[in-house]
């Protein structure tokens, strides 16, 4: 099956700091992927739609200049948390599809501390 | 608005005993039907998909789920569950207007298994 990989899988940063989140499809290229966050014990909520060539698509209630999403290539997608506070402390998961595919990859996750 | 409802927060069953997990939905079209499974601190692997077709749908691991358009339910079941099923549930609609791949999740549920 398809692979899709997230770097890093943890990760801890200061207050205040930026940190980068990568999402690679491996063996296939993704022409859109999607960015999901979620809390200890609870489920998954969509943040925002990454489409390769053109600007994200946010959900309601998420602060785009916050949570920055880059979809420079067919394989790679980013999201850097921007001034992160303690209160982004989160697992954040990417998933990608191929094009025309109707499956989604998820990623490992990333474990996101501030501190 | 499309939603996914996953009655049960946790479940404990004895290994050797028959599961279901119990999934509604709310959507006004003919939805597309995951059900995902994740290990503490993993990504998401998929355990089924339902499209079309036959309602009974079978998946990895020795699951199905069975889609009943009247009841607006997608059960995962399992006919004997083992200690290594122990993990975290999650049913999902994928909404056709952003693709097949932008997934609403339920809310969870955590499986645990007496040995």
């Known amino acids: 099956g398809a692979v899709v990989s997230q770097h890093p899988s943890r990760v801890i940063c200061k207050s205040g700091t930026s940190v980068k989140i990568e999402c690679r499809s491996l063996d296939f290229q993704a022409t859109t992927m999607f960015w999901y966050r979620q809390f200890p014990k609870q489920s998954l909520m969509l943040m925002a739609t990454?489409?390769?060539?053109?600007?994200?698509?946010?959900e309601q209630g998420v602060e785009k200049d916050k949570f920055l999403i880059n979809h420079a290539s067919l394989t790679l997608s980013t999201l850097t948390v921007t001034s992160a506070h303690p209160e982004d402390s989160s697992f954040y998961i990417c998933s990608a599809s191929q094009t025309g595919g109707s499956e989604a990859f998820f990623g490992q996750g990333t474990r996101l501390t501030v501190v | 608005a499309q939603s996914v409802t996953q009655p049960d927060i946790h479940i404990t069953v004895s290994e050797g005993a028959s599961l279901e997990l119990r999934c509604n939905y709310s959507y006004g079209a003919t939805p597309y039907l995951f059900w995902y499974v994740q290990s503490p601190g993993q990504g998401l692997q998929l355990l089924l998909k339902y499209f079309s077709g036959d309602t009974l749908v079978q998946g990895i691991k020795g699951f199905e789920a069975e889609f009943k358009r009247s009841q607006s339910s997608f059960n995962l079941r399992k006919p004997s569950v083992h200690w290594s099923d122990a993990a975290e549930y999650f049913c999902a609609v994928a909404l056709t207007s952003g693709g097949y791949n932008k997934l609403i999740f339920g809310a969870g549920t955590r499986l645990a298994v007496h040995p």
């Open positions: 990454s489409n390769e060539g053109s600007k994200a698509t946010y």
